[in-house]
């Protein structure tokens, strides 16, 4: 599943440079809130697709952000826009693919291939607005 701008991280390759989160004490850090929602919820994507009550998705980004406020910097969480015109087919073709990545994962499912329909169920995470809420 491709999430944001396709090629962006490999463009900025030259520029970027590891750092320890210590570096960035008294400064402040702006964090990708779905970002971190989506990789919070691959921990836990089989209860999702089950409808399973977690919040596994949520302690995960709790456990990051205290990670950033521990080493003294400031969090700024930063959640999307509303959907643009311009990212309608994008938007779709996401919405289908997760779609058929959820069906495939049930399918393999009722296989008894769990690993693998789990990695299906993670493909297949729509991040909802009561997540988010969370």
Same mark, same amino acid.
């Given at each position: ?15 970027q440079?590891k ?5 960035y ?6 964090i990708?809130?779905?970002?971190w ?9 089989? #209860?999702?697709?089950?409808g399973?009550p977690?919040? /596994? %998705?949520? &302690? ?6 205290? *990670? ?9 969480i930063v959640?999307d826009?509303?959907r ?5 087919e994008?938007?779709k073709?996401?919405s289908?693919n ?5 069906i ?6 009722k #296989?008894g291939k769990?690993r693998?329909?789990?990695? /299906? %169920?993670? &493909? ?6 009561r *997540?988010?809420?969370?």
């Open positions: 599943i491709l999430m944001g701008i396709p090629g962006l991280l490999q463009v900025l390759k030259s520029i440079q750092k320890h989160l210590r570096e004490k008294g400064q402040k850090v702006a990708d809130a779905y970002c929602l989506h990789k919070g919820a691959y921990s836990c994507a089989l #209860e999702l697709a089950k399973i977690t919040k /596994k %998705y949520v &302690e995960f980004c709790n456990k990051r952000l205290n *990670m950033i406020i521990s080493a003294g910097a400031v969090p700024i959640f826009g509303g643009l015109p311009m990212k309608r994008v938007e073709g996401r289908e997760r779609e058929h990545s959820r495939e994962g049930d399918a393999l499912w #296989e769990t693998l329909a789990v990695r /299906k %169920y993670a &493909e297949g995470i729509s991040i909802s607005g *997540m988010v809420y969370e």
